[in-house]
């Protein structure tokens, strides 16, 4: 026989050559991380930043591109002329440029990209760029010509925006899912919630990218972040979420620290229709009182430029007017009292930003010094939406306005700073009028002194671009005024270019798997129903059933008057703050948003019963496939924990009522008591320290997929299953215990002992069975707390589960894909409660004596 130790030195051994095959990154691999998943792939049709920052450059490309300055570059076009009235425009287009699907790019599909961009019923989110186009003519296969009906100076910067970038007849309406572009990177998979995949364009027309494969990894959670990057999961994380971490990746030769600034003024908005706020004294005021340079080390860690108006310091045309309302307290009050405003009371409703929350904290207490007195909400993305940007219901806001050149905001009416200022709009139309570079810069610097002089915002600092790279990872961009991180130049220093991971390996088994776990459940159920009506009658069955589809029924109207009366509006959560207002509102009506609730409602369940769950809002796939992409994670996952839990508390219940009262028991009931008071996610957080960033024997989060083998899937799963097996084996051990001793009192238990058996064998024969209608009920409870509210740790460990899914449903307003998957939890959990209830019948079957009654 084995010793102990061989034996456990075998089980290592195993267990190391069945999880080898992870899949590791290779030098021509580029793991990059991203913050916030895009909610589609196509820029053309929603404005969202992070579409901008994985798609622009890298998938598409435009006919131009902004230098860092803010200007125009060649880029599909290599040439351009003006006519000398302003009104025609005329580019030359690259030669030799081909789709990733082979269809040429020339002058007949870049009329079509501009054409279908400007139609009546584009969804395009900039569609208001090209408002002054009259027409767009092909001259010559390869020179095109945009006629305006009047001058237009913002043109060129307008036709680099990612909105208007180039796209084939043939794929553009398919481009949400499965983009089709000219840029030097082709889409191979998207594994929505987990990651993005982009392989080498070998024809790209700027010549072969060094990278053979970049994989975008969406990790939204600021320590999952960080864990990730030290644990080597990550090579880059180029808008990294946390500046409180960067002195510790300062200090590891392992990585380079980078910062820039981006294209996103912090301001804190003033809604000047409120009384108070459309007195320009009382917005001096605020200004004064503001120390911007404070809030940059409390807010962002040093991190950051001062600013004074809505302008990128990058850009050539950027006035540092920072210093015209320095902090000044004694002016600020002085102001007050000259406006009467002396203790104003504010409202500061704030998005569920770090930035934003931090920067409210410390500007509600600098104004506070003045007298102001600020009361802070915390508002969700959606709720700000609802509250701030369409309803306009408060005083000040805290956001970053992270649109490139975005200044044109302050000449709309309808915006939500209520801003109006008949200089500002004239000279506006002055810029639009003019195609003179340096009277464009003139005129530039004029309209941010305007802000500056009417105190239009509390402009609070630019926001920084914090980037953290591997130091082998060379070539890579610092920021750019696009808001995209362009790849095509990247490389490893000294490393050779190996294979990636095969892409479609074991595509059969992924597909399988997602469906295998809800299967499983279904054929148990099934089989407990058949068993349960030969045992018990078809009566006792058919109540339950009857009681089944009446909670799935009253679930289904809950959960769709919940979603109803939620504040946010979809269309414009997919849009963004900046989109065309008529192509929100095409948007809304493609949605079916334009119908009324009970319409929606009767499509829905109607649909349902034809095996048709709807289409995703925000990802524009089938809900059912979204479901079947969580499941193979979230069912393995809750499985995972439940079999550890359950193994880890049989042994710790028995050992602590066996051992009751001595100290054993009290040992046992002490680790009991930390596993219930110990939280998941910081549990998940120490395990990911150990084990990721000290030992790295394991991942730090992400799911690697059924796809790359059964070793690489569960390893990705064994943290974050101890994470959730370590509380629930507390809790179920603490149960199994209580239960036990209480069974040690029953008569059949003494005549036992009387009849010889011995204590530890009558503990395991006669009360442990008598005990498991606690351990069932606890278990049922468990399994469904896994599936459904793993949400947290999900988020730790930037896994794609179900409890992610509907968190960021509900974030995003996908209405269809948060009633689908809550009544998909409900119908699980009352599968459940029916299999514990007939367990209930099996373990004890005195409990069926009156079920034919």
Known sequence: MLSARAFACRLLLGAALLFSGTGAATAATLRVGMQLEPPQLDPTSAAAAPINELCYGNLYEGLLRLAADGTPEPRLAE???????????????????????????????????????????????????????????????????????????????????????????????????????????????????????LLRNDDYWGGQPPLERVVYRFVQDPAAAYAALMAGDLDVFPNYPAPENLAQFKADRRFVVETASTEGETVLAFNQRRPALA?????????????????????????????????SPANRAWVDLAGVYQHRPERARELLREAGAEGLSLTLKLPPTAYARRSGEIVAAQLAQVGIQTRIENLEWAQWMDQVFVRHDFDLSIVVHAEPLDYTIYGRDDYYFGYRSDDYKRKLASLADTVDAQERLGILRELQQILARDAANGFLFQYPLLQVRDRRVEGLPVGSVSGSTELGGVRFVDAPHGEGTAENAGRGLTSALSS???????????????????????????????????????????????????????????????????AVDALRRQLGLDQSPVERYG??????????????????VPVAALIAERVQVSLPLAVLALLGSTALALPVGIAGAYYRGRWPDRALAALTQCGIALPNFWLGILLTLLFAIGLRWLPAGGFAGWEHGLGA???????????????????????????????????YLRTARAKGLGAFAALCRHSLPNAMIEVLTILGLQFSFLLAGAVVIENVFFLPG?????????????????????????????????LVDLAYHIVDPRLGSGARR
């Open 713 to 747: 899937a569960l390893t990705s799963l064994l943290l974050p299953a101890l994470a959730l097996a370590l509380p629930q084996a507390a809790i179920l051990a603490s149960v199994l215990r209580t239960a036990l001793i209480e069974t040690s009192a029953e008569d």
């Open 603 to 620: 499509q829905w369940i109607g649909g349902l019963l034809h095996g048709d769950a709807g289409q995703s809002y925000i990802y524009q």
């Open 79 to 197: 040439s351009w002329k003006i006519s000398a009235d302003g009104l025609d425009y005329t580019f030359q287009l690259r030669a030799g440029v081909r789709f990733h699907d082979g269809t040429p790019f020339d002058a007949e599909v870049a009329r079509f990209a501009l054409e279908r961009a400007r139609a009546a019923d584009s969804l395009n989110p900039q569609r208001s760029l090209l408002a002054a186009v009259a027409s767009v003519d092909v001259l010559a296969p390869l020179r095109l010509r945009i006629h305006l009906q009047r001058r237009d100076g913002n043109l060129l910067q307008s036709l680099a925006s990612g909105a208007l970038v180039m796209v084939a007849p043939a794929s553009a309406t398919g481009n949400r899912a499965h983009p089709i572009g000219t840029g030097p990177f082709r889409f191979a998979d998207w594994r929505r919630g987990d990651s993005v995949t």
């Open 279 to 311: 007195d320009l004294r009382v917005r001096r005021a605020i200004s004064y009182a503001l120390d911007r340079q404070a809030i940059i080390d409390g807010a962002m860690f040093g991190y950051g430029t001062p600013i004074g108006s809505h302008f």
């Open 802 to 834: 179900i409890g992610r899914l509907v968190l960021q449903a509900v974030a995003q307003r996908d209405l269809i894909l948060v009633q689908n998957v809550v009544l998909l939890l409900v119908l699980i959990v009352v599968t459940v409660s029916f």
């Open 516 to 582: 295998l776990g809800l299967l499983g459940i279904a054929a148990v159920a099934l089989a407990a129903g058949l068993s349960a009506w030969r045992r018990f009658g078809a009566l006792w069955l058919l109540q339950r059933l009857g009681a089944l589809l009446v909670t799935l029924f009253v679930a289904s109207v809950l959960v769709f008057v919940l979603v109803q009366v939620a504040p946010g509006d979809p269309a414009l959560s997919i849009m963004g703050v900046n989109a065309d207002p008529a």
